[in-house]
């Protein structure tokens, strides 16, 4: 039986079921064997069972409703992970949560000023959340040629803090001064004590603005030559940054300060891992890892490096002519840098005729602040040695968006398909078009040329509804959340590679005992697709993460990719005010109740069977569980879209889909479509209604045996709050399903 339910986002601008939304986890982060009492805060929380984190050696122990004691053990390396909270309404969106190998304590709040600014080490951490118009000060002791680096973290730690830190010596003279993420790096000049003052770019601040400032001793690694590595393999990795152990001055510079340089030896994982560093949509494409340095003095901060699909070669420099572009063999991945201030790279290469080539530049995609550019030329000599330019093509952003404005996958990393008509040879320009007031040789790239492979990544993440008012411009965040008899919509996009056009088929693993997952494939060459999980009225309560898989065949070769996890990370009004910052997450979470029944439905009891081409009509049978009796308007989530009506009180609706127009295959399809509707919903079960209402009969027949008055008000006032429970509310409710449709082929036409 397939039966599509309701599905609905927490802290709405407008009344919707409940399901669970974290907001802040304070404090953001813990030592490594270090218990700290975590607060969380959100929406529709209402009995929290669990705080659970990405990493299974993270643990949390309730100590009340709000409040856990979380212990990192000694096998979780220092990192970001993420927490999310499970209760009745589900698991949470999640956020995120620093494991460090250094003491961390919390803010005092009392440091408001320079006189009272708190003390801490060189080498600890300290947790904290902004003030509106009301800095936080800290003082720490530096021997004399110390060289010192403070780190605060705000966004990239799910907050909505944009730090500023200023560096003050003791008589309160300003020595630094860095925002937007820079790091302070300072050299002790003389012992002494030092303070630094942290605040908000805007002086805002609250509950969502906290903050991890991090005093280091120890290394820092600022960027790495080669930057990407062969899956499986090892290589020479040279570090660039600042107290390397070991380290030598570099060639390079930053803030006007030389960086240190040190070789090592890295191993690439075979298999990518999910990283706080390059969050962006557009990110998915890149498979990566993360590396730290080891010291004494505590690990390194995190870079990421890249898993290349081809040979490395680095750039060699003196190439800032055409004339002396640096001639390379493909498939080759280049690992340059935009550096210095209007860096001009070239590079030269041999095609055979018929040869196809993708050229594509990865660098924001790695986290960085650059626009790449590339122009392509191809290069023909006369008998005299003379050459001619010819076919010349400019590239910019990659400007393809399988998730629109709710989920952006567009990029300014360019692209382009290369076809050699003709034997010959071929220049790349790459450049930066952000170079010309920045010169930083921490802004590195990619140049792979590859031979065509067509290929895919696919990206998983639970959506909030659709807003009811079509001129609405609200995004909001949300999580998978299934009742008992209910369905969720999980919206999946395909970023397409080297021009591949062919259907992906798309598999859950991982699901618990009572849940499935509809037929899901991505037709036609799109981009974008509507997986719908079903959990039957008897299905058990389960948490946990889902591991969604898309297959494709590609000539002889099979590929198959685990989709990467996103999720919007705030609640946001109004777009054109606030932009939507959606981003990757580690995993795609889901939550089945296990008591609370979903109180209102839509289901298709078997597929209908139709004709290419043709118009067919699909009935629904509408399940009214609860208070639920209003009428629905439902809107289909394919194109053309398509809207039709029930009337209230109804049980069986019928829509009709033109095949011709619609344009679905040969085969088993799910077309996804949702319904709205108003009605009346408590918030706990039937059982648990039965159950307080008893409670409230045995309070009240108490009462006539209290006759101090102080007795009797306490005992009115529990009998209020019981009865607060059987309140109905208002809101309206948003279903999500599929109904499926076995396509078959025309009959062949008869000759004449």
Known sequence: MRWLLLFISALTLRAQLPVARLTTVFPPGAAIGAPVEVAVNGADLDDLKELR?????ITAAQKDGTHFTVTASSNVP?????????????????????????????????????????????????????????????????????????????????????????????????????????ILDFTAPTDDDFVVRVNDAQFRGGDEYGYHFALRGGPWIDFARPAAIEAGAKASVTLFGRNLPGGKPSEFKVDGKILDQVEVEIEAPKEPSPSYLAR????????????????????????????????????????????????????CEI????????????????????????????SQRLGLNTDPFMVVQRITKNDRGEETISDTQEIYDNDANAGGLMFNTASRDPAYRLEAKEAGAYRIQARDLFSETISDPRRIYRLSIHKEAPDFRLIAYAPAPPPLNKDSKEAQSSGAFLRRGDSTLIQLLALRKDGFGGDIEVTVEGLPKGVSAGTTKFVNGANSASLILEAAEDTAAWSGPLRIVGKARVGEKDLAHAARAGAILWNVADYQIEP??????????????????????????????????????VPLTIVRRGEFKGALKFTTLFEPKKEFEVAAGATNATFEIDLDKTKLPVGTNAVALYATSPGRYRRITADEAKATEDEIKKLKDSLAGITEAPKKDAVNNQVKALEARLQYKDLTATIYGAAPINVTAPPPKKAP
Not at 53 to 57: L, T
Request: with cysteine; net charge neutral.
């Open 580 to 617: 939507i910052q959606s981003q990757l997450t580690h995993e795609l979470f889901l939550t089945v109740s296990g008591a609370e029944v979903a109180p209102l439905a839509f289901r298709e009891e078997k597929p209908v069977d139709a004709v290419s081409g043709a118009k067919v009509t």
């Open 280 to 331: 962006k949509p557009a990110a998915a494409g890149v498979d990566g890892f993360e590396y730290r340095l080891a010291s004494a003095e505590g690990a390194s901060n995190p870079i990421l490096l890249s898993i290349a699909t081809a040979k490395v070669v680095l750039e060699a420099g003196a190439n800032e002519k055409a004339t002396n572009a640096m001639v390379v063999t493909v498939s």
């Open 53 to 57: 984190f990405s990493h299974a050696g």
């Open 335 to 362: 690992q340059g840098q935009f550096y210095p201030r209007n860096d001009v790279d070239w590079y030269q290469f041999d095609a055979a005729k018929g040869d196809v080539y993708w050229i594509e530049i990865f």
């Open 78 to 182: 220092p990192g970001i992970y993420e927490a999310r909270v499970v209760g009745r309404f589900g698991a949470s969106n999640p956020r995120a949560f620093v494991v460090g190998d250094r003491p961390e304590v919390l803010n005092a709040g009392t440091n408001k000023s320079f006189a009272t600014a708190q003390t801490m080490a060189v080498g600890s951490a300290v947790n904290g959340k902004a003030t509106a118009n009301a800095p936080d000060f800290f003082k720490f002791k530096a021997a004399k040629g110390q060289r010192v680096i403070g780190e605060c973290l705000g966004r990239q730690i799910d907050s909505r803090m944009e730090p500023i830190l200023t560096l003050f010596d003791a008589s309160e003279k300003e020595i630094a001064h860095v925002r937007g993420g820079t």
